[in-house]
C-alpha cells in the first residue's frame, strides 16, 4: 500500500533464494531512489520560497501600481505552487503505516469534515455500509478530499458512493465514485487534468483559486495503494471521478 516492506526471507531452493535476493536488492534501490528525489524536491521548494520571499518583498517597492499589482499577484500563485509542492513532498515522507480501515467510517469522517465547512456534500450508504479496506487512512483520506473538493468547486457539491464489487475474472475490489452536476471535462482534456500545475480554468476563473496539484496527488496516493483513478462524463451532465481499489 505505497510502504517498501522488510526484505524477503531467503528460503527454498537455491534457484528460488537467487530471485529473492535480486528482488530484495532491486527493492532496496528502488527506495533510496525515490528518497533521494523526494529530499531533492523538498529542498529546491525549500530554497524557492526564500527566494520568493525575497522577491515579494522588493515588488512591495515597485512605483507603477499596475504592475507592483501584476508581481504580487504572480509571486502569490508561486508560493501557493510551492506550499502545496512542499505539503506533498513532506506527507510523502511521513511514511503512515497501513492499517485494516471501515472505508464507510473513512467517508463519514470526510463528509462531516466538509459539512462543517458548509459544503454540500451528501453521502449514499450501500447495501453492506462497513466495506473494510486495507489503506493509510490519512493519505487516503487527503486524496478522496481532492476530489471531493473539486466536485464542491467546479460543479458546485459532491455525492459520494461506495460499494464492494465482485465480477467474474476479477479480484474483489471497493469503488468509490464522486460525482457532481457541473460542466464536466472535455473529453481530450481527461487525462491532461491530471498532470501536475495542469488547469483548465486558470486563465477564466483564476478566483477558483487552486494550482492544479489535487489530481496528481490524488491519483498518486491510490495507485499506491494498489489502485486505479478515472474521470468520466456522466450520462447528462458532471463528472465523476472513479476510485478502485483492491480489498
Ligand atoms: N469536478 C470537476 N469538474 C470540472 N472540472 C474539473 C473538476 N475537477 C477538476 N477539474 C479541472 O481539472 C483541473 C485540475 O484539477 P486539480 O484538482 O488537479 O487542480 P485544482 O483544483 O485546479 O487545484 P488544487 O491543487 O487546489 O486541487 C482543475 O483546474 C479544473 O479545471
Ligand atoms: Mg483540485
Known amino acids: ?14 534457484e528460488a533464494r537467487e530471485v529473492t535476493a535480486s528482488f ?3 527493492q532496496s ?26 522577491l515579494r518583498l522588493r515588488a512591495e517597492l515597485i512605483d507603477d501600481e499596475p504592475l ?20 506533498f513532498a513532506r506527507d510523502d515522507a511521513i511514511d503512515e503505516p497501513s492499517v485494516d480501515m471501515d472505508i464507510g467510517l473513512l467517508l463519514r469522517e470526510l463528509v462531516a469534515d466538509q459539512r462543517a465547512q458548509g459544503r454540500d456534500v451528501a453521502l449514499c450508504e450501500p447495501k453492506e455500509p462497513a466495506l473494510a479496506c486495507r489503506c493509510r487512512p490519512l493519505a ?16 458546485g457539491g459532491a455525492r459520494i ?15 468509490i465514485a464522486i460525482e457532481d452536476d457541473g460542466p464536466g471535462i472535455a473529453p481530450e482534456q481527461l487525462e491532461n487534468v491530471f498532470k501536475p500545475f495542469y488547469r483548465l480554468d486558470a486563465v477564466r476563473h483564476p478566483e477558483t483559486g487552486g494550482v492544479g496539484l489535487g489530481l496528481a ?19 447528462g451532465r458532471g463528472l465523476r ?3 478502485t481499489l483492491p480489498v
Open 241 to 243: 471521478a472513479l476510485v
Open 140 to 155: 487516503l483520506k487527503r486524496a478522496l478530499t481532492n476530489l471531493v473538493e473539486n466536485a464542491v468547486r467546479y460543479g
Open 29 to 54: 534501490r528502488l527506495a533510496r531512489y525515490l528518497d533521494d528525489q523526494r529530499r531533492m524536491l523538498a529542498s529546491i521548494n525549500h530554497d524557492l520560497r526564500s527566494l520568493v520571499t525575497t
Open 217 to 235: 496527488i490524488a491519483r498518486s496516493c491510490v495507485e499506491a495503494h494498489g489502485g486505479q483513478l478515472v474521470l468520466e462524463n456522466r450520462e
Open 1 to 14: 500500500r505505497g510502504e517498501y516492506g522488510a526484505p524477503l526471507a531467503l528460503a527454498g531452493p537455491r
Open 68 to 87: 507592483r499589482a501584476a508581481m504580487q499577484r504572480t509571486l502569490r500563485d508561486m508560493a501557493a505552487m510551492i506550499e502545496e509542492s512542499l505539503r
Open 24 to 26: 530484495n536488492i532491486m
Open 161 to 175: 458512493r461506495y460499494a464492494r464489487k465482485r465480477q467474474a475474472g476479477r479480484h474483489p475490489h471497493l469503488t
